[in-house]
């Protein structure tokens, strides 16, 4: 047969080769073991002078730099989180527009936080504690030297978290809003909004000069996200149906193991989010604290998850998954703000308690007959509130200071958005008919289906 002749041709060529090889390798070997010990020891000397030696403060510049960079990629991660959460929970009908959504939030938040945003966001010298701008794009980033954040990946990572403030909206306003006009309202929050209630805490400005503490964002990113989101639903409305005779009527999510792999996505970008917001990785002290960051911010979310849970069970006789879900992310949020400064017990209590608020968030929006697809105002807003807050209950800061942070900051975003959000509607560029609702976002703003 013929593969019999092919393998032993190919058995021939193998052992030819090998007969050949061998030889200079015992030669090799050889040689190598005759060498003086002595001139094999000057030799690794010499290679040692030649190797540059580096400073502690440049191993330092080194490892900062490059971990913020990956606590970057994982916060941009997130994205896809919030895009499988959002489309899961959400009718079929509307998956591109989400989808679509979350994508312009990075593509053409990247380009107008890069633009004006962050030279809003960290104005320098030029702020006045309430407004100021640097220049356009990251300016001139020059040497920053040993031990200090290079510029370009100091913006990767503000860039990161500006998005995230951005896509929290997207749900809460799913399935009933023009996408030109998410556009709009995308740019504006991620351009001018949130980079100047970023600089009150952030970039140096008021809240920070009177001790306000937020250390990763529970009120500067999900907690104006969140209020964005309310101000969305309120002046949009609720989706056909979700209403009827005065009753609630939930309108079911499409792909639940989506919006579960969503959450676990989210959880997953949180390690970004959290510990990365140490913004220094190098020296025991500093170690130790992305340690405690790291425990605390898992805690919180697993003891949210439980917490909800149960309530959801008790009041319902089922135990939900959405309910725990929202309360994975509700423990998330609510320990961003704190998670450096508290212990592993009150990270627990925590995430207990916004787990706990989440549902009785999503219950207290379901009688005012707020309509949030996805429960962005009781995850992000509510619990971002909490996380501020519990920041000085647990956490030793002013309290009093705590409180009114964690409430100017969210009005702001609240009372910008919803003035957005009300011109929009008044020129009758916010709201799709019904007609276009009815057969779906995919086909009505963009000709085309997730699922055939």
């Not at 998410?182 to 100047?196: A, D, E, N, R």
């Amino acid at each position: 047969m013929n593969w019999k002749h092919a393998l032993t041709g190919l058995t021939a060529t193998m052992v030819v080769l090998l007969a050949f090889s061998q030889p200079t390798l015992a030669f090799d070997e050889a040689e190598t073991a005759e060498k003086p010990a002595a001139e094999a020891t000057e030799e690794a000397s010499a290679a040692e002078e030649e190797a540059p030696q580096l400073s502690l403060s440049e191993l330092y510049y080194a490892l900062d730099n490059s971990m913020l960079f990956l606590c970057a990629v994982l916060v941009l991660f997130m994205q896809s989180g919030f895009a499988m959460v959002e489309s899961g929970f959400n009718s079929s009908k509307n998956t591109i527009n989400i989808l679509f959504k979350n994508l312009m939030d990075v593509c053409a938040g990247v380009l107008i936080y890069y633009t004006v945003g962050y030279g809003l966001m960290y104005p320098g010298d030029s702020g006045n504690g309430y407004f100021g701008f640097a220049q356009f794009g990251i300016g001139e980033a020059g040497d920053p030297g040993p031990g200090v954040l290079h510029p370009q990946v100091d913006f990767l990572f503000q860039v990161a978290f500006a998005a995230t403030a951005a896509t929290i909206v997207s749900g809460a306003v799913a399935g009933r809003m023009k996408f030109s006009s998410y556009l709009i309202y995308s740019i504006v929050l991620t351009g001018i909004i949130y980079p100047i209630s970023g600089y009150w805490k952030w970039g140096g400005g008021w809240l920070d000069a009177m001790g306000f503490y937020d250390f990763a964002g529970s009120i500067v990113v999900h907690a104006v996200g969140g209020f964005a989101g309310l101000a969305g639903a309120i002046v949009l409305g609720p989706r056909i149906g979700r209403f009827k005779a005065g009753k609630s009527a939930p309108i079911p999510g499409h792909n639940i193991a989506q919006a579960t792999l969503g959450v676990f996505i989210l959880w997953v970008g949180w390690y970004g989010f959290n510990p990365g917001s140490q913004l220094a990785f190098g020296g025991t002290d500093n170690t130790n604290a992305v340690m405690l960051i790291a425990t605390n911010t898992t805690l919180a979310a697993a003891t949210g998850g439980v917490a909800a849970m149960i309530l959801g069970w008790l009041m319902y006789g089922k135990p939900d998954i959405s309910m725990a879900l929202n309360g994975v992310l509700a423990g998330l949020v609510g320990i961003t703000a704190n998670c450096d400064s508290v212990t592993n017990i009150e990270a627990i209590a925590i995430g207990g308690i916004a787990g706990l608020l989440v549902v009785f968030g999503i219950l207290a929006l379901e009688k005012l007959k707020i309509d949030d697809p996805v429960g962005a105002f009781p995850v992000h807003g509510l619990c971002g509130i909490w996380g501020g807050v519990a920041t000085g209950i647990f956490g030793d800061y002013n309290l009093g200071v705590q409180i009114l942070g964690s409430v100017v900051i969210p009005v702001y975003a609240f009372v910008t958005m919803f003035a957005l959000f009300s011109i929009l509607k008044v020129i009758k560029q916010l709201r799709v008919s019904e007609e276009d609702e009815l057969k779906g976002l995919d086909l009505s703003e963009h000709g085309m289906q997730a699922y055939h």
